[in-house]
Protein backbone atom coordinates (compact mmCIF):
# COMPACT_ATOMS: atom_id res chain seq x y z
CA UNK A 1 0.00 0.00 0.00
CA UNK A 2 1.25 3.60 -1.06
CA UNK A 3 1.68 6.21 1.48
CA UNK A 4 -1.52 9.10 1.04
CA UNK A 5 0.03 11.77 -0.94
CA UNK A 6 -2.47 14.93 0.44
CA UNK A 7 0.02 17.27 2.31
CA UNK A 8 3.51 15.89 0.78
CA UNK A 9 5.45 18.59 0.54
CA UNK A 10 9.46 16.81 -0.32
CA UNK A 11 11.10 20.35 -0.32
CA UNK A 12 9.57 21.28 2.89
CA UNK A 13 10.06 17.87 4.45
CA UNK A 14 13.88 17.52 3.09
CA UNK A 15 14.70 21.29 4.95
CA UNK A 16 13.32 20.04 8.40
CA UNK A 17 15.41 16.52 8.18
CA UNK A 18 18.52 18.29 7.34
CA UNK A 19 18.14 21.23 10.11
CA UNK A 20 17.35 19.02 12.80
CA UNK A 21 19.84 16.42 11.94
CA UNK A 22 22.04 19.27 13.13
CA UNK A 23 19.74 20.04 16.45
CA UNK A 24 19.69 16.79 17.10
CA UNK A 25 23.74 16.80 17.60
CA UNK A 26 23.92 20.24 19.47
CA UNK A 27 20.73 19.06 21.55
CA UNK A 28 22.54 16.18 23.45
CA UNK A 29 25.99 17.50 23.51
CA UNK A 30 23.96 20.39 25.25
CA UNK A 31 22.17 17.85 27.59
CA UNK A 32 25.32 16.48 28.56
CA UNK A 33 26.47 20.10 30.07
CA UNK A 34 23.18 21.17 31.13
CA UNK A 35 20.56 18.72 31.82
CA UNK A 36 17.23 19.93 31.65
CA UNK A 37 14.43 17.68 32.33
CA UNK A 38 11.62 19.07 31.30
CA UNK A 39 12.68 19.59 27.82
CA UNK A 40 13.35 15.36 27.19
CA UNK A 41 9.72 14.82 26.33
CA UNK A 42 9.23 17.43 23.60
CA UNK A 43 12.30 16.83 21.81
CA UNK A 44 11.38 13.11 21.95
CA UNK A 45 8.27 14.34 19.68
CA UNK A 46 10.49 16.33 17.47
CA UNK A 47 12.79 12.98 16.91
CA UNK A 48 9.77 11.19 16.43
CA UNK A 49 8.10 13.98 13.80
CA UNK A 50 11.78 13.25 11.98
CA UNK A 51 11.52 9.29 12.18
CA UNK A 52 8.63 9.80 10.10
CA UNK A 53 10.31 12.35 8.03
CA UNK A 54 13.50 10.06 7.28
CA UNK A 55 11.70 6.93 6.57
CA UNK A 56 9.50 8.90 3.97
CA UNK A 57 12.78 10.01 2.66
CA UNK A 58 14.45 6.46 2.10
CA UNK A 59 17.60 7.74 4.55
CA UNK A 60 20.05 5.33 5.50
CA UNK A 61 18.83 2.35 8.27
CA UNK A 62 21.86 3.92 10.60
CA UNK A 63 20.61 7.01 10.43
CA UNK A 64 16.70 5.66 10.95
CA UNK A 65 17.81 3.38 13.58
CA UNK A 66 20.10 6.31 15.70
CA UNK A 67 17.02 8.32 15.74
CA UNK A 68 14.88 5.55 17.68
CA UNK A 69 17.68 5.35 19.54
CA UNK A 70 17.37 8.72 21.14
CA UNK A 71 14.08 9.02 21.08
CA UNK A 72 13.98 5.96 23.38
CA UNK A 73 16.61 6.86 25.61
CA UNK A 74 14.61 10.45 26.29
CA UNK A 75 11.69 8.98 26.26
CA UNK A 76 13.09 6.83 29.31
CA UNK A 77 14.87 9.40 30.78
CA UNK A 78 12.02 11.34 30.95
CA UNK A 79 9.53 8.77 32.79
CA UNK A 80 12.93 7.73 35.23
CA UNK A 81 12.98 11.53 36.77
CA UNK A 82 9.26 11.96 36.83
CA UNK A 83 8.86 9.16 38.85
CA UNK A 84 11.32 9.69 41.35
CA UNK A 85 10.93 13.44 41.89
CA UNK A 86 13.81 14.93 44.13
CA UNK A 87 16.07 12.21 44.02
CA UNK A 88 19.59 11.81 42.22
CA UNK A 89 19.25 9.09 38.88
CA UNK A 90 21.86 7.99 36.89
CA UNK A 91 21.26 8.24 33.05
CA UNK A 92 21.94 7.73 29.65
CA UNK A 93 22.56 10.72 26.99
CA UNK A 94 23.95 9.09 24.36
CA UNK A 95 26.86 6.79 25.45
CA UNK A 96 27.09 9.40 28.55
CA UNK A 97 26.43 8.96 32.04
CA UNK A 98 24.61 11.37 33.97
CA UNK A 99 23.45 11.92 37.37
CA UNK A 100 20.82 14.43 37.86
CA UNK A 101 17.98 14.79 40.13
CA UNK A 102 14.14 14.86 38.45
CA UNK A 103 11.44 17.44 39.07
CA UNK A 104 7.73 16.98 40.50
CA UNK A 105 5.94 17.78 37.16
CA UNK A 106 2.46 16.73 36.27
CA UNK A 107 3.66 17.70 32.70
CA UNK A 108 3.68 14.44 30.06
CA UNK A 109 3.34 12.39 32.48
CA UNK A 110 0.28 10.62 31.36
CA UNK A 111 -1.08 7.44 29.02
CA UNK A 112 -0.83 9.45 26.22
CA UNK A 113 2.94 10.21 26.62
CA UNK A 114 3.83 6.69 27.91
CA UNK A 115 1.67 5.05 24.88
CA UNK A 116 4.52 6.15 21.95
CA UNK A 117 7.30 5.84 23.92
CA UNK A 118 6.17 1.92 24.57
CA UNK A 119 5.65 1.56 20.76
CA UNK A 120 8.81 2.50 20.36
CA UNK A 121 10.52 0.11 22.91
CA UNK A 122 8.75 -2.62 21.10
CA UNK A 123 10.27 -2.02 18.15
CA UNK A 124 13.58 -1.71 19.14
CA UNK A 125 12.97 -4.98 21.03
CA UNK A 126 14.42 -3.07 23.96
CA UNK A 127 13.05 -6.02 26.71
CA UNK A 128 14.26 -3.40 30.05
CA UNK A 129 12.64 -0.65 28.25
CA UNK A 130 10.03 -2.61 27.94
CA UNK A 131 9.78 -3.86 31.72
CA UNK A 132 10.54 -0.29 32.94
CA UNK A 133 7.50 1.30 31.19
CA UNK A 134 5.37 -1.33 32.32
CA UNK A 135 6.24 -1.57 35.68
CA UNK A 136 5.30 1.84 35.67
CA UNK A 137 1.69 2.54 37.80
CA UNK A 138 -1.29 3.84 36.62
CA UNK A 139 -2.03 5.74 39.69
CA UNK A 140 1.58 7.87 38.83
CA UNK A 141 0.40 8.17 35.04
CA UNK A 142 -3.22 9.11 36.52
CA UNK A 143 -1.57 12.38 37.72
CA UNK A 144 -0.73 13.44 34.46
CA UNK A 145 -2.24 17.38 33.49
CA UNK A 146 -4.42 15.36 30.43
CA UNK A 147 -7.12 12.85 31.56
CA UNK A 148 -8.03 10.08 29.97
CA UNK A 149 -10.96 7.78 29.06
CA UNK A 150 -11.76 4.35 30.15
CA UNK A 151 -11.18 3.21 27.33
CA UNK A 152 -7.66 4.71 26.29
CA UNK A 153 -6.46 3.23 29.90
CA UNK A 154 -8.04 -0.07 28.71
CA UNK A 155 -5.75 0.38 25.92
CA UNK A 156 -2.63 0.81 28.18
CA UNK A 157 -3.51 -2.02 29.87
CA UNK A 158 -3.54 -4.31 26.97
CA UNK A 159 0.13 -3.10 26.19
CA UNK A 160 1.14 -3.70 29.55
CA UNK A 161 0.48 -7.62 29.54
CA UNK A 162 1.55 -7.90 25.77
CA UNK A 163 4.61 -9.67 27.37
CA UNK A 164 3.01 -11.83 30.34
CA UNK A 165 1.22 -14.92 30.42
CA UNK A 166 -1.38 -14.92 27.99
CA UNK A 167 -4.15 -15.52 30.04
CA UNK A 168 -3.28 -12.19 31.21
CA UNK A 169 -3.66 -10.76 27.85
CA UNK A 170 -6.98 -12.28 27.00
CA UNK A 171 -8.20 -10.41 30.05
CA UNK A 172 -6.94 -7.38 29.02
CA UNK A 173 -8.31 -7.48 25.52
CA UNK A 174 -11.81 -8.45 26.97
CA UNK A 175 -11.72 -5.59 29.42
CA UNK A 176 -11.31 -2.83 26.33
CA UNK A 177 -13.52 -4.58 23.89
CA UNK A 178 -16.15 -4.46 26.91
CA UNK A 179 -15.07 -0.95 27.75
CA UNK A 180 -15.25 0.45 24.06
CA UNK A 181 -18.64 -1.44 23.71
CA UNK A 182 -19.57 1.21 26.25
CA UNK A 183 -17.72 4.11 24.84
CA UNK A 184 -20.06 6.88 23.29
CA UNK A 185 -20.58 7.24 19.75
CA UNK A 186 -20.28 11.17 20.29
CA UNK A 187 -16.85 11.41 22.13
CA UNK A 188 -13.91 13.24 20.31
CA UNK A 189 -12.02 10.99 20.99
CA UNK A 190 -13.88 7.99 19.32
CA UNK A 191 -12.93 8.80 15.58
CA UNK A 192 -9.17 8.19 17.03
CA UNK A 193 -10.02 5.02 18.85
CA UNK A 194 -11.96 3.81 16.11
CA UNK A 195 -8.95 4.28 13.51
CA UNK A 196 -6.20 3.91 15.66
CA UNK A 197 -6.42 2.42 18.96
CA UNK A 198 -8.71 -0.55 18.52
CA UNK A 199 -7.52 -1.70 15.02
CA UNK A 200 -4.00 -2.46 17.05
CA UNK A 201 -6.00 -4.45 19.53
CA UNK A 202 -8.01 -6.65 17.45
CA UNK A 203 -4.14 -7.52 16.23
CA UNK A 204 -3.12 -7.98 19.64
CA UNK A 205 -6.05 -10.23 19.46
CA UNK A 206 -4.96 -12.22 16.55
CA UNK A 207 -1.36 -13.12 17.82
CA UNK A 208 -3.03 -14.42 20.97
CA UNK A 209 -5.04 -16.69 18.66
CA UNK A 210 -1.89 -17.24 16.56
CA UNK A 211 -4.30 -16.35 13.65
CA UNK A 212 -1.86 -15.65 10.89
CA UNK A 213 -4.13 -14.88 8.30
CA UNK A 214 -6.84 -12.94 10.57
CA UNK A 215 -4.00 -10.62 11.13
CA UNK A 216 -2.82 -9.91 8.11
CA UNK A 217 -6.23 -9.63 6.91
CA UNK A 218 -6.85 -7.11 9.72
CA UNK A 219 -3.75 -5.27 9.01
CA UNK A 220 -4.71 -4.18 5.57
CA UNK A 221 -7.44 -3.09 7.30
CA UNK A 222 -6.17 -1.01 9.36
CA UNK A 223 -3.72 0.41 6.93
CA UNK A 224 -6.39 1.38 4.95
CA UNK A 225 -8.38 3.06 7.82
CA UNK A 226 -4.89 4.83 9.01
CA UNK A 227 -4.19 5.88 5.17
CA UNK A 228 -8.03 7.40 5.05
CA UNK A 229 -7.88 9.09 8.63
CA UNK A 230 -4.56 11.29 7.56
CA UNK A 231 -6.17 11.84 4.31
CA UNK A 232 -8.14 14.21 5.58
CA UNK A 233 -7.52 17.82 5.12
CA UNK A 234 -7.27 18.48 8.52
CA UNK A 235 -4.26 15.94 9.40
CA UNK A 236 -2.19 15.74 6.26
CA UNK A 237 0.60 17.62 7.97
CA UNK A 238 0.08 15.62 10.86
CA UNK A 239 3.88 13.43 11.45
CA UNK A 240 2.30 10.77 12.57
CA UNK A 241 0.48 10.09 9.71
CA UNK A 242 4.11 9.51 7.37
CA UNK A 243 4.75 5.98 9.72
CA UNK A 244 1.91 4.13 11.38
CA UNK A 245 4.01 3.64 14.92
CA UNK A 246 1.26 1.86 16.39
CA UNK A 247 0.70 -0.59 13.85
CA UNK A 248 4.84 -0.42 13.36
CA UNK A 249 4.37 -1.93 16.94
CA UNK A 250 2.05 -4.43 16.64
CA UNK A 251 3.92 -5.95 13.97
CA UNK A 252 6.74 -6.02 15.53
CA UNK A 253 5.16 -8.11 18.02
CA UNK A 254 3.64 -10.31 15.86
CA UNK A 255 6.82 -11.22 14.03
CA UNK A 256 8.96 -11.94 17.21
CA UNK A 257 5.64 -14.25 18.17
CA UNK A 258 5.90 -15.82 14.62
CA UNK A 259 3.00 -14.60 12.34
CA UNK A 260 4.79 -14.15 8.82
CA UNK A 261 3.20 -10.60 7.79
CA UNK A 262 2.64 -10.78 3.89
CA UNK A 263 0.85 -7.19 3.75
CA UNK A 264 3.55 -4.83 2.52
CA UNK A 265 2.96 -0.99 3.04
CA UNK A 266 4.95 2.00 3.15
CA UNK A 267 3.69 2.72 6.54
CA UNK A 268 5.33 -0.34 7.87
CA UNK A 269 8.84 -0.87 6.48
CA UNK A 270 9.65 -4.84 6.57
CA UNK A 271 12.76 -4.10 8.16
CA UNK A 272 11.68 -2.48 11.44
CA UNK A 273 8.85 -4.68 11.64
CA UNK A 274 11.20 -7.35 11.38
CA UNK A 275 13.89 -5.79 13.32
CA UNK A 276 16.67 -6.20 11.06
CA UNK A 277 18.72 -3.79 13.02
CA UNK A 278 22.10 -5.93 13.24
CA UNK A 279 23.70 -4.09 10.17
CA UNK A 280 23.09 -1.03 11.73
CA UNK A 281 25.62 1.19 13.40
CA UNK A 282 25.39 3.72 16.15
CA UNK A 283 27.38 6.56 15.27
CA UNK A 284 26.77 7.74 19.25
CA UNK A 285 29.03 9.73 21.83
Known amino acids: MDRHDIGFQIDRIETYHEKFKVRLSSYV ?12 I ?34 LNHFKLASNPNKEREIQVGKTTIKTVGKETRDYIDFGTWIPVF ?48 KYLEKAIEIYELKEKEFSKTNPSRNWIDNQGTPVIMLCK ?42 LMICSYAYDNGISITVESDYIPRWLCEGDFKDCELNIK
Open 119 to 166: YTAVILRDKKAIDFLTDLENRFMKQGNVSFDDVRIAEVEVYKVLFEDS
Open 206 to 247: SVLQKDAFGFNDLLEKALNKHKEYFSKKDRAADFWGWVSFPL
Open 29 to 40: EALKIDFRSRDI
Open 42 to 75: SFYTSIINDIGYSIVLNCDKDEIFQSFFYALQFG
